[in-house]
């Protein structure tokens, strides 16, 4: 069973910086990774995702600009470094992982692609 712990989050005031990062055990090759999130009462929302490659990358628009997504396939990490940051941006941030060996250049923005969830940090922005 592949474990995902994220780490970092936390609070920021709007128009600042934060960062998640995301311990993976999955020792899989071609693996694709990502971020979603849950804000109270919302559905929840993918967020970026990146491919084993790091050649292809997926952002929400509403991130677009903001946020950065990165992986370090050495450590089997994927960190997402967040900048400029808006109230709108506070829900429960999870790292997923689909490990179904695909191609180096694989990754989806669909949450049901995923078979591995994180339990999720929490990331509050105040204004």
């Known amino acids: 069973q592949v474990q995902l712990v994220e780490s970092g989050g936390g609070l920021a005031q709007a128009g600042g910086s934060l960062s998640v990062s995301c311990q993976s055990s999955d020792r899989t090759f071609n693996n694709a990774m990502s971020w979603f999130r849950q804000a109270p009462g919302k559905e929840r929302e993918f967020v970026a995702s990146i491919s084993w490659s790091g050649r292809r990358i997926y952002y929400a628009d509403s991130v677009k600009g903001r946020f950065t997504i990165s992986r370090d396939n050495v450590k089997y990490t994927v960190d997402l470094q967040m900048n400029n940051l808006k109230p709108e941006d506070t829900a429960v941030y999870y790292c997923?992982?689909?490990?179904?060996?695909?191609?180096?250049?694989?990754?989806?923005?669909?949450?049901?692609?995923?078979?591995?969830w994180g339990h999720g940090t929490q990331v509050t922005v105040s204004s």
């Open positions: 997923v992982l689909d490990a179904r060996s695909r191609t180096v250049d694989y990754t989806s923005r669909v949450a049901d692609d995923y078979e591995f």
